[in-house]
């Protein structure tokens, strides 16, 4: 059973800076891509930022310049910065995890979530 734990979440005004991290309970680079994701009160989830395998990156028009994915293979952690955070950025924000298996020689998606870290922006 994969494992994602975020930390690094909180309060912070306009304008401030965050980190968040996702450490996976095992090598991540045995993962097709990772994510992080955000759902708002009352609004939908949307992805905000993913990275592959081969460390293609892609961002949601809303955060493009003001955070960026990275990871850390020898420390099976994820992160995303984020900068000129605006109030709009408040939300729970989780990590995701996507492989892709062989069985029975035909291709299986799975799909692993972390549990989830609270950002709140104040204006």
């Known amino acids: 059973q994969v494992q994602l734990v975020e930390s690094g979440g909180g309060l912070v005004q306009a304008g401030g800076f965050l980190r968040l991290s996702c450490e996976a309970s095992r090598d991540i680079f045995s993962f097709n891509g990772m994510a992080w994701y955000r759902q708002a009160p009352g609004k939908q989830r949307e992805l905000v930022a993913s990275?592959?395998?081969?460390?293609?990156?892609n961002y949601a028009d809303s955060v493009k310049g003001r955070f960026t994915i990275s990871r850390d293979n020898a420390k099976n952690t994820v992160y995303l910065e984020m900068n000129s955070l605006k109030s709009e950025d408040t939300a729970v924000y989780c990590c995701?995890?996507?492989?892709?298996?062989?069985?029975?020689?035909?291709?299986?998606?799975?799909?692993?979530w972390g549990q989830g870290t609270q950002v709140t922006v104040s204006s």
């Open positions: 990275i592959t395998k081969g460390g293609v990156t």
């Open positions: 995701n995890a996507d492989e892709v298996k062989a069985e029975n020689g035909r291709p299986s998606w799975y799909s692993y």
